[in-house]
């Protein structure tokens, strides 16, 4: 069984920044890889981040912008986001898939409840 819980989301403005940070619980870094998905109001759930063995896999619409990270002793990874657009206003979630690198949501099976973004312009 994993646990994810999401914090960081907030109202911030274009422009700025913001870090969401996702806490695993239970079998995970051995065990899963945790990526990062976000879904806007009427709008299917996207695949945002996710690291493979070699390297990170971003969305185009976040390439150059959002950078993954991830911190083993304290069991979390992290999205540091920056230069936010009002188009990436969304509910982030982190979510645990037993192979890495996967884009598609139907990889995953352990969610977050999710983290509020919201990007004023």
């Known amino acids: 069984q994993v646990q994810l819980v999401e914090s960081g989301g907030a109202l911030v403005q274009a422009g700025g920044s913001l870090r969401l940070s996702c806490a695993a619980s239970?079998?995970?870094?051995?065990?899963?890889?945790i990526g990062w998905f976000r879904q806007a109001p009427g709008k299917e759930r996207e695949f945002v981040a996710a690291?493979?063995?070699?390297?990170?896999y971003y969305a185009d619409s976040v390439k150059g912008r959002f950078t993954f990270s991830r911190d083993n002793a304290k069991n979390t990874v992290y999205l540091q986001m920056n230069s936010l657009k009002p188009e990436d206003t969304a509910v982030y979630y982190c979510?645990?898939?037993?192979?890495?690198?996967?884009?598609?949501?139907?990889?995953?099976?352990?969610w977050g409840q999710g983290t509020q973004v919201t990007v004023s312009s």
């Open positions: 239970g079998r995970t870094f051995s065990t899963y890889t």
């Open positions: 690291p493979s063995w070699t390297s990170t």
């Open positions: 979510a645990a898939s037993p192979r890495p690198g996967k884009r598609s949501a139907d990889e995953y099976n352990y």
